[in-house]
Nanobody, 129 residues
Framework: QVQLVESGGGLVQGGSSLRLSCAASGRTFALYDVGWFRQAPGKERNFVGSIDWNGGNTHYGDSVKDRFTISRDKAKDTVYLQMSSLKPEDTAVYYC??????????????????????WGQGTQVTVSS
């Protein structure tokens, strides 16, 4: 079993940058793919991006492509979501999720929340205009 804890959220102005962290404990996290999702009040949970177990394959949602970057530090069992040029519409609770790697995941697979078996508690990001 993997436990995930997100951190780094907060209140920032539009145009700012913020880095979220997803720290894992438990089983060998290096074998897990990780996804980031977000959910705004009254809206469904949406895919932000993902990174495979080795860090060699990433996917991003259209609304964050070219602004957000996902990376991982295997030594620290941590995955990062670097967010830049933040907009008010990026305001949401951000969640990281993990699943054990079973091969190269397609965008469609990685973007489905049902793909993931482990979830963190979320961290709030609020972007003011």
């Amino acid at each position: 079993q993997v436990q995930l804890v997100e951190s780094g959220g907060g209140l920032v102005q539009g145009g700012s940058s913020l880095r979220l962290s997803c720290a894992a404990s438990g089983r060998t996290f290096a074998l897990y793919d990780v996804g980031w999702f977000r959910q705004a009040p009254g809206k469904e949970r949406n895919f932000v991006g993902s990174i495979d177990w080795n860090g060699g394959n990433t996917h991003y949602g259209d609304s964050v492509k070219d602004r957000f970057t996902i990376s991982r530090d295997k030594a620290k069992d941590t995955v990062y979501l670097q967010m830049s040029s933040l907009k008010p519409e990026d305001t949401a609770v951000y969640y990281c999720a993990a699943k054990i790697n079973t091969g190269s995941g397609t965008y469609a697979q990685m973007a489905r929340s049902e793909t993931y078996g482990y979830w963190g508690q979320g961290t709030q990001v609020t972007v003011s205009s």
